[in-house]
């Protein structure tokens, strides 16, 4: 089970994060990380952090700007968004599975939280 929290409403340029609390077994065998989905579009990777391992992925689109953490102790793992633009504006799903986490080999679903950039 994937729980998320954080998230809200920011000013371009602002900073916002969010982070997901895992439960279940065999967590500590898969990638952890964050997929986002606009309105009336895909959902499309965002980044992902291995769980044995301090290995990181970002898209192009969030490199530089976001950051993928994660808490071996507290099972957690969070995103850091900085320098955020109106184009970040989605709902953010936490994900876990196989590394590098790749859309449709995604074992569990968080439910989404919402970020909103202003202009």
């Known amino acids: 089970q994937l729980v998320e929290s954080g998230g809200g409403l920011v000013q371009a340029g602002g900073s916002l994060r969010i982070s997901c609390a895992a439960s279940g077994r065999h967590i500590n065998s898969y990638a952890m990380g964050w997929f986002r989905q606009a309105p009336g579009q895909e959902r499309v990777f965002v980044a992902a952090?291995?769980?044995?391992?301090?290995?990181?992925y970002y898209s192009d689109s969030v490199k530089d700007r976001f950051t993928i953490s994660r808490d071996i102790a507290k099972n957690t793992v969070t995103l850091q968004m900085n320098s955020l633009k109106p184009e970040d504006t989605s709902v953010y799903y936490c994900?876990?599975?196989?590394?590098?986490?790749?859309?449709?080999?995604?074992?569990?679903w968080g439910q989404g939280t919402q970020v909103t950039v202003s202009q």
């Open positions: 952090h291995g769980w044995r391992s301090s290995r990181t």
């Open positions: 994900a876990i599975g196989p590394w590098p986490l790749k859309l449709g080999y995604i074992n569990s």
